[in-house]
């Protein structure tokens, strides 16, 4: 027999158990058998990575190119919304920058203009420093006057600082038409980027498993305008209770059954446990991967799941219905106190207190 089927038929088990009448109350002894405890949880399947697909820009859906059902890959477009003003934006932020890397190439009339006052300025400095050189020479030899010398030499400096100025000016005027190029060349990609954002596209290779908008309608950034997850990968949400959640480990197996393959039971593995508790249903989220999954597997496909968190392969175990509040059990001899070991919804595990030739009695409702 199957583990998995073993593990599910305790009950057919212990309805085969021999039982006497003493009086009117049913009798039965304990038996060794394999035993498992476990989690009960709701489970429902899903895509691995699902996810909703929201837009960051408003406008109206103008074409969507995909249909439920399709496969994508990572980038590909699945709607696209129609706004004239990115389209205007992005148009003028690429007219901008492109005067920028003009400006800053050389050939704009604020540096020609500069650059002709520098030319100009050398000149008038080469035409000082000779007639300066030329009156010191002068004065040297006490030829000429003191006021025509120190006119010549002022004039002289007058036409370094001019031109130490204007070369100033040339640098401050580049990095200047340099950082607004940067600027202008900024604004086209962020004008890109927004328009598009007017497109949406696929984060995963995967399945587009809804979509919510039609073609005329508006999108905004609130309501999700698909579900996109992978294609070949399904992952088991099973809802645990909170008494339960503390008793789960990461590796530990699950049985799964699916109201669509009727009694079939499927194995899994525990894989991830959500931290977080539901206050509105008081329990937690876990996913599980089918070890061997069915062959065809549909978005919120609704069963139960067994996470088994004990399991023995020989345990003395007896129904719960013959427990007495939960410690003793009945016998000829009256009420014995019992050890109870590992227990699931049907059987008990007895450590202590009785053995396989003690006759118990069902206790009265």
């Known amino acids: ?144 006057s003191k006021v025509e010398f120190d006119n010549k030499k002022l004039g002289y400096e007058l036409s370094q600082n001019r031109l130490e ?9 580049k990095n200047e038409l340099k950082t607004q190029l940067r600027q202008a060349e900024n604004n086209y990609k962020t004008s890109r980027t927004t328009s598009s954002d007017f497109t949406i596209t696929s984060k995963i290779n995967g399945t587009v498993y809804a979509l919510y908008k039609k073609t005329g309608e508006i999108v905004n950034t609130v309501e999700p305008v698909a579900a996109v997850g992978k294609s070949d990968l399904f992952v088991v949400e099973l809802l645990v209770d909170e008494v339960d959640i503390v008793k789960l480990r990461l590796g530990q197996k699950v049985f799964i059954t699916l109201d669509s393959y009727g009694e079939t039971v499927f194995e899994g593995t525990l894989e991830k446990i959500y931290p977080r508790k539901d206050e509105r249903s008081q329990t937690f989220k876990v996913e599980a991967l089918f070890n061997d999954p069915p062959v065809t597997l549909y978005p919120g496909l609704s069963g139960e799941g067994n996470i088994v968190i004990a399991e023995k392969k020989e345990a003395l175990v007896i129904p719960k219905t013959y427990l007495i509040n939960g410690s003793k059990v009945l016998t000829d ?33």
């Not at 100025?165 to 005027?173: F, R, S």
């Not at 590992?342 to 009265?364: F, H, Q, R, S, Y």
């Open 1 to 144: 027999m199957p583990n998995a089927m073993k593990y599910f038929s305790l009950t057919a088990i212990f309805s085969a158990l021999l039982f006497a009448c003493s009086g009117s109350a049913e009798k039965i002894y304990p038996e060794k058998l394999p035993m498992t405890e476990s989690v009960y949880a709701s489970a429902t399947v899903q895509p691995d990575s699902l996810y909703q697909v929201y837009s960051v820009a408003m406008g109206i859906l103008d074409n969507v190119w995909v249909e439920e059902g399709d496969k994508v890959a990572k980038g590909d477009r699945i709607l696209q919304i129609t706004n004239t003003s990115p389209e205007l934006n992005t148009e003028n932020a690429r007219l901008s920058m492109e005067l920028a890397r003009k400006n800053y190439s050389g050939s704009s009339a604020v540096l020609n203009s500069i650059k002709d006052e520098i030319q100009a300025a050398l000149l008038q400095l080469k035409n000082d420093s000779i007639n300066y050189y030329r009156q010191k020479k002068l004065w040297d030899q006490n030829i000429g």
């Open 165 to 173: 100025l204007l070369k100033k000016k040339l640098d401050q005027t």
């Open 333 to 365: 001899k009256g009420e014995i106190p019992v050890t109870i070991g590992l227990e699931n919804m049907v059987m008990v595990e007895i450590l202590d207190g009785i053995d396989e030739n003690t006759a118990i009695l069902k206790p009265e409702p």
